[in-house]
């Protein structure tokens, strides 16, 4: 099959390669999946499961990409809940091979039906960026309506679901980001916007939830703004500032068939719109993941026409 690898941790997404695979071999509780559409987050070749195992071993040549939507091919010993020809969008196992291919042998548990009426492009573009909002928002966060959110890059991947789902919750969302990306935050259903290159983000006021993408200086002075009893929830590392009267919280997205199926729901209802900005064929995937302009969304990988 064919699959886009990385080779060497160096070189990064540079070494990004188009090669021949065999294709996975399904272990018990998997499926392989036959993807149609792949989803990629750019910061993938800086993370440690890209490179090793559970166990620490090298694990290079890795086949890039997280994200999937797709149809089962095959069944794992004792795989039960999914059938083979179901289409499928989920969550890949970071310490495996992902997605940017033709097939992936993916536990059965990080899978959800994917409706026939949305596209495999839409569902590869949902589920980590879909995941990690709505656990930041109301797992971690705890948000309740009528509560406030500072939402941080509000018009990026992450950005733009934590907006959405926030602002459907009955929360007030004070989106962040640069000068170009007001107008985008504010579609998505932002209330209002701050420019964190020439607003001053003192100015918001108090909030409750602190949905951080950023980290650094951003995140310390977001802890400062947050009420008695509210949260920082941060997707970029431990957290290195704390509400003075409140909790710091950071975590890692994991997959939920329940959760990607609200999520799911909600793009078929037109209550959540996903934030795709160009779609590419898996033979020019590596020029598309590594773009000379800036990206205003997400690549998508069609892996099949
Ligand atoms: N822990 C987890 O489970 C988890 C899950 C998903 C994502 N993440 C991480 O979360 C981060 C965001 O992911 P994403 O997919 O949402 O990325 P993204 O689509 O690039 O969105 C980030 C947004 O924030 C903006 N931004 C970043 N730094 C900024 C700054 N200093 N001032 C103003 N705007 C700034 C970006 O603008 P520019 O493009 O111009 O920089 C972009 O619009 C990544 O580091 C990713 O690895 C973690």
Redesign the pocket.
Known sequence: MKAIVVTDEAVGTAGMTLVERPVPQAAINDVIVEIHASGY???EVEWASTWTDRAGRDRAPSILGHELAGVVSALGYGTTGLSVGQRVFGLADWHRDGTLAQYVAIEARNLAPLPGDVDFTVGASLP??GL?AWQGLFQHGRLQAGQSVLA??A?????TMVTELAREAGAYVIGT??AA?RQKALDFGAHEFVD??SDTLEDVGGVDVVFD??GGD?QKRSADLIRAGGTLVT??GPPEARPAHGVAID???ESDRAQLGEIVQRVRDGRLRTNIDSVAALDDAVAALNPTE??KGKTIIRVRP
Request: no cysteine.
């Open positions: 987050v750019p910061t980590i960026s990690t941080h890059g018009a990026g991947a992450v950005g980001g640069r990306d964190l290159e993408v950023i951003i997707v970029v975590f890692v997205v800036r990206r």
